[in-house]
């Protein structure tokens, strides 16, 4: 698997199921609309692409981030390898 860079939430497919928040509590939380978002540092949330280095935790592991993906029935999720190419879904 390449290395993860870049994460995305696509608004107009997660439906709250939070699968991701019980696999990666430490990147994804809902936000008041019930859709999930992933928790950047200095307390920014967001859903749009976001580098993994601007992740609050960035260190969290790929093979996490890919479990958080997976678990999403709607696969909202998206993964990013570091030439852009989507590793996921």
């Given at each position: 698997m390449e290395k993860i860079k870049k994460i995305k939430v696509d608004r107009k497919l997660?439906?709250?199921a939070a699968s991701?928040?019980?696999?990666?509590?430490?990147v994804f939380e809902l936000d008041d609309k019930n859709i999930a978002v992933m928790l950047l540092k200095n307390g920014v949330k967001k859903s749009g692409m976001t580098a993994k280095e601007k992740l609050e935790h960035s260190e969290t592991d790929d093979e996490i981030l890919m479990m958080a993906a997976q678990s999403?029935?709607?696969r909202a999720v998206f993964l990013y390898d570091e030439k852009g190419k989507q590793v996921y879904p």
């Open positions: 997660c439906i709250g991701c928040i019980v696999a990666a509590m430490e999403c029935p709607t």
